[in-house]
């Protein structure tokens, strides 16, 4: 995909582009049968990716930390379509109890899980720890997904087993992945408030949201040699394209007056939505794992995001730090 096929909206190989919206990439898709999870689902493009999964007849389970915004998405879902299978329930990304909490009540509920959107996000915010005494973009945006993926992957692999249907695991990253630290992911320097750049922290954040799908789709691939029964989970990263949500509400003026001079990159939620929906549910990409998609299309991401030592020291080092935010 290239800038003109942005622009124009022209299709790429995948029969989509950026003017597809979520219900045209899910057409007479039949989701009946799936048990969705999405992080963030009460608002922006999780919202609709919600609203679209449950049109298509998926249970989806919102999970938000404003349980007054979850319950009212659900309400707005319920008056479109009254047998809609939509539920909420609370998680605080920024927190490793209230991500622990959150799977122990999700796991309690006994539902199988099919497919885990990993949607919430923040971007830009001034320099900030979470409970746990982590610098806030990284906390919320990776390091809270990566707690909570790892939390429900029995869960999924379970799911996957017994009902022969592929997982898969979405996470929303962002073009801004390139936008990064100097050496992509600060490792050393992770809370360094005085090298802390809002913008970088956000790219830093949003290459990490790669660099865990790939190394997830690398150790389900490893299982699939040692284990008899491979682990049938895919794991893919979006970019959904440039959508006016509460997502800019840290540099809301500046985002203004860059959309006035660059309307023609916008989208609209619907199609915000769209390539979440698309990689969550198209069967052409049944088995597909490891990639990053824009517009519904493969893409390449940026070195960073395709280095394979950097996917696997992120994934130490993170379970490092959640396991000592755990003990502390
Ligand atoms: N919009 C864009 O142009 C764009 C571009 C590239 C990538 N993305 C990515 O797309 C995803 C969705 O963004 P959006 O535009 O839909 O933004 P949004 O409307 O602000 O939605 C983000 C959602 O994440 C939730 N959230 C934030 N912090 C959380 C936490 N600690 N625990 C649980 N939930 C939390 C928010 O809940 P509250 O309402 O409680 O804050 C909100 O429901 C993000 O990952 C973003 O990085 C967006």
Not at 60 to 89: P, S, T
Not at 206 to 217: Q, T
Not at 240 to 266: C, E, Q, Y
Request: aromatic share 8%; proline share 2%.
């Amino acid at each position: 995909m290239n800038f003109l096929s942005l622009v124009t909206g022209r299709p790429g190989p995948s029969g989509f582009g950026s003017a597809s919206t979520a219900e045209q990439v899910t057409q007479g898709m039949d989701a009946s049968n799936l048990t969705v999870l999405i992080t963030g689902g009460a608002s922006g493009i999780g919202l609709e990716t919600t609203r679209v999964l449950a049109l298509h007849k998926a249970h989806v389970i919102i999970a938000a930390r404003n349980m007054d915004a979850a319950n009212e998405a659900k309400q707005l879902i319920l008056k479109e379509d009254e047998n809609a299978r939509v539920d909420a329930l609370k998680l605080d990304l920024s927190s490793a109890k209230s991500i622990r909490e959150f799977a122990d009540n999700f796991n309690a509920l006994d539902l199988p899980l099919n497919i885990l959107i990993n949607n919430a996000g923040i971007m830009f915010c001034p320099y900030q720890l979470s409970e746990d005494g982590i610098e806030m973009q990284f906390a919320t945006n990776h390091l809270g997904h990566f707690l909570l993926t790892n939390l429900l992957l029995d869960k999924m692999k379970d799911t996957a087993r017994t009902t022969g249907v592929e997982g898969r695991i979405v996470n929303l990253s962002s073009v801004a992945h390139i936008h990064t630290y100097k050496d992509g992911i600060q490792f050393d320097n992770i809370n360094d408030k005085n090298r802390y750049s809002d913008k970088r922290a956000y790219g830093q954040s949003k290459l990490a949201n790669i660099l865990h799908v790939k190394e997830l789709s690398r150790r389900f691939q490893v299982n699939t040699e040692v284990a008899e029964e491979g682990v049938n989970i895919t794991a893919n990263a979006v970019h959904p394209g440039l959508i006016m949500t509460n997502l800019f509400k840290h540099s809301a003026v500046l985002m203004r007056i860059l959309k006035f001079f660059s309307f023609f990159l916008w989208k609209n939620v619907p199609q915000g939505a769209a390539t979440t929906c698309y990689v969550a549910l198209h069967p052409s990409l049944k088995g597909v794992s490891g990639n990053y998609y824009v517009d519904c299309n493969d893409v390449k991401p940026s070195a960073f995001a395709r280095d394979e030592a950097l996917a696997r020291k992120l994934w130490d080092f993170s379970s490092k730090l959640v396991s000592s935010v755990s003990k502390a």
